[in-house]
């Protein structure tokens, strides 16, 4: 199954003086599993709707395959979508679901049987063929979604946050599952997420951002342990960020100071001078006794452990006054760290990162979005395909109007299950 190439080109959505998406460029080749991430109000689901044809971009191209489809209606582009609810129909079996979307393309009984059948193969679903979605756990009427989108053979499939209602076991078992399923078929997933270990997990690629914008786009390995920006340090998994002064090139990187000590920060751009920010994992800060001494030492006190499991959250206060966590492992010894031991921390200069200044008042800024994109978002659903209304002389979707259940979830129904007519 061939993938799609996605394009996108300036890209810009308003609503009336706010500005959800603000003028992103991205490339996501084909067969390629990349992901949007950021928190609530950053622009990724409105993103994603403008691919998917429910939001008409305010300017800039996307690009599908090299042609142009901003102002084309969803249910001509080759595109399917996955919601977080699913909006699998109630009153319909399992095989009635995955198969709605054939009959719009004419195809034989033999041949939707046989589709049928081989998509609910594909997500282990044909034991559950007769089965309605209310006799699913939350897992499964997930498989189904996949399959139904599946079988139409998009050449990208859009996946907005389907994992977000499952719990947390059996989300983590669905990531591998869902990746594994992506490489199966081989065409192009753009999954849309605010769980930075999902984005992990599964991506190939991740474009990180805020406020509308792109702040960064890699494979997680780099977006991880090399952040562009303090955002993205903050943003993306747990990390130490603390504020700096930066003193330029020394031996072994950037000469920075926090507080009255100095540092060598081996990671970033080593010419940075001025205000800074530097910053550090968790899983690389390193305890030592009380009065070690050498390069990337400080002075800290304990203040408390947090026992995780598979690691020991270990919460300190160093000498320049700022708070730290670092992640010892469980070795299933007793308890090595108490509430007010005195101790030595290393930051190992290869694992610390300096940064230009600015990042966490970004990160602060973006949150405050959250109010008032939730208060656009329902009225974006609601008007989803209505500004794409079909001619007059089309036909309505037969049986979408009869069912009171169906009835609810009518439009995102149609753009999940009725194939592009291009």
Request: glycine fraction near 8%; charge should be negative; charged fraction near 20%.
């Amino acid at each position: 199954m061939a993938g799609g190439e996605v394009q996108l080109v300036d890209l810009v959505k308003r609503f009336g003086e706010f500005t959800a998406v603000a003028g992103i460029n991205l490339e996501m080749p084909p067969g390629e599993f990349f992901s949007l991430l950021g928190p609530s109000g950053c622009g990724k689901t409105t993103t994603l709707r403008m691919i998917a044809g429910f939001e008409r971009p305010t300017e800039g191209q996307i690009l599908l395959d090299e042609v142009d489809m901003a102002q084309t209606p969803p249910h001509k582009r080759n595109v399917n979508t996955v919601f977080q609810n699913y909006a699998l129909f109630p009153h319909l079996t399992v095989e009635e679901n995955v198969a709605f979307g054939l009959k719009y393309q004419k195809a034989t009984k033999e041949e939707s049987a046989k589709r049928v059948g081989d998509a609910l193969e594909l997500v282990q679903m044909s034991q559950f063929a007769k089965r309605r979605p209310n006799q699913l756990s939350g897992g499964q009427q997930q498989r189904v979604a996949l399959a139904r989108a599946l079988i139409l053979n998009p050449k990208v499939l859009l996946l907005d946050e389907p994992l977000g209602a499952l719990d947390a076991k059996l989300r983590k078992r669905l990531q591998l599952e869902l990746k594994a399923l992506q490489e199966e078929v081989g065409i192009t997933f753009i999954y849309v997420t605010h769980d930075q270990e999902e984005a992990l997990t599964m991506s190939d690629r991740i474009a990180v951002m805020s406020q509308g914008r792109v702040e960064q786009v890699g494979p997680p390995k780099e977006i991880y342990e090399a952040p562009s920006t303090a955002y993205v340090a903050d943003f993306l998994g747990v990390s130490n960020l603390m504020d700096a002064k930066a003193g330029g090139v020394t031996v072994g990187g950037c000469r920075v100071s926090i507080g009255d000590f100095t540092l060598v920060a081996g990671q970033g751009d080593a010419d940075t001078a001025g205000d800074a920010k530097v910053t550090i994992r968790p899983e690389r800060v390193v305890i030592e006794e009380q009065g070690a001494t050498g390069q990337n030492r400080l002075p800290a006190m304990v203040e408390r452990t947090i026992y995780v499991g598979s690691t020991l959250q270990v919460i300190l206060h160093l000498a320049t006054g700022q708070t730290i966590q670092a992640w010892v492992p469980n070795t299933g010894s007793d308890e090595r760290y108490h509430s007010g031991d005195a101790v030595t921390v290393e930051f190992p200069s290869d694992s610390l990162r300096v940064l230009p200044e600015g990042g966490t008042a970004v990160l602060e800024e973006a949150e405050l979005d959250v109010a008032t994109d939730a208060s656009l978002s329902r009225r974006r659903v609601v008007n989803a395909l209505t500004r794409w209304a079909a001619p007059s002389s089309q036909k309505p979707v037969e049986g979408l109007s009869q069912h009171p259940a169906q009835r609810v979830h009518t439009r995102q129904h149609v753009a999940a299950v009725v194939p592009s007519t291009s």
